[in-house]
């Protein structure tokens, strides 16, 4: 059974930092690319960051760029979001997801973590 568990959310003041860890399962994981997305209340989901197969290539959103970094460890079958200088607009359920490599769907998604940044 494929399964992505993130974890590290929790409440934090503007400007500090939190890493998101998702645990992958149930399939290969050095087969895929892998995602952060984010949602907020009333609002779309929304891309974040993502990281292809080999760590040799990430993409960010514009609105994280220079705050986030998105890594992976597959020896782990761990995907990670480090996240600096948050802003309460960074206030979210982060949820990672997967896509098999060659393709631009996202196959699997995990349940998602709570972000909440004060001011």
């Known amino acids: 059974q494929v399964q992505l568990v993130e974890s590290g959310g929790g409440l934090v003041q503007a400007g500090g930092s939190l890493r998101l860890s998702c645990a992958a399962s149930?399939?290969?994981?050095?087969?895929?690319?892998m995602g952060w997305f984010r949602q907020a209340p009333g609002k779309e989901r929304e891309f974040v960051a993502a990281i292809d197969w080999r760590s040799v290539t990430t993409y960010y959103a514009n609105s994280v760029k220079g705050r986030f970094t998105i890594s992976r460890d597959n020896a782990k079958n761990t995907l990670y979001l480090q996240m600096n200088g948050l802003r309460p607009e960074d206030t979210a359920v982060y949820y990672c997801?997967?896509?098999?490599?060659?393709?631009?769907?996202?196959?699997?998604w995990g349940q998602g973590t709570q972000v909440t940044v004060s001011s």
């Open positions: 149930g399939y290969t994981f050095s087969s895929y690319d």
């Open positions: 997801a997967a896509s098999f490599y060659g393709t631009q769907e996202y196959d699997y």
